[in-house]
């Protein structure tokens, strides 16, 4: 069992930038793949970015690649996405989560989420 607790989101004009924290309960946080996923008003929730428990394998949305970043601290339980470059079609709300075994784009595939975190670029 592993509890995500988001935060960093806000409001932020179109070209900055944002950090988002996702921290874990559990001692086993290194064991789990963890991921990104945003959902829009109205719309699905889609995947942003999903990074290995070693943080050595990372893969993009292709809307996000090249402007987001991913990354962990196991020693810290926590993971990070930072969001350069912003748009106003970023908004949306930011779920952490996470999964045993390999990486998935998929949202059905994870077995923890966050309560999410607001992300609003004004244009």
């Known amino acids: 069992q592993v509890q995500l607790v988001e935060s960093g989101g806000g409001l932020v004009q179109a070209g900055g930038s944002l950090r988002l924290s996702c921290a874990a309960s559990?001692?086993?946080?290194?064991?789990?793949?963890m991921g990104w996923f945003r959902q829009a008003l109205g719309k699905e929730r889609e995947f942003v970015a999903t990074i290995s428990w070693s943080g050595g394998i990372t893969n993009y949305a292709d809307s996000v690649k090249g402007r987001f970043t991913i990354s962990r601290d196991n020693a810290k339980n926590t993971v990070y996405l930072q969001m350069n470059s912003l748009k106003p079609e970023d908004t949306a709300v930011y779920y952490c989560?996470?999964?045993?075994?390999?990486?998935?784009?998929?949202?059905?595939?994870?077995?923890?989420w966050g309560q999410g975190t607001q992300v609003t670029v004004s244009s």
């Open positions: 559990g001692r086993t946080f290194s064991s789990y793949r």
């Open positions: 989560a996470a999964k045993y075994g390999s990486g998935s784009t998929l949202y059905a595939n994870y077995d923890y």
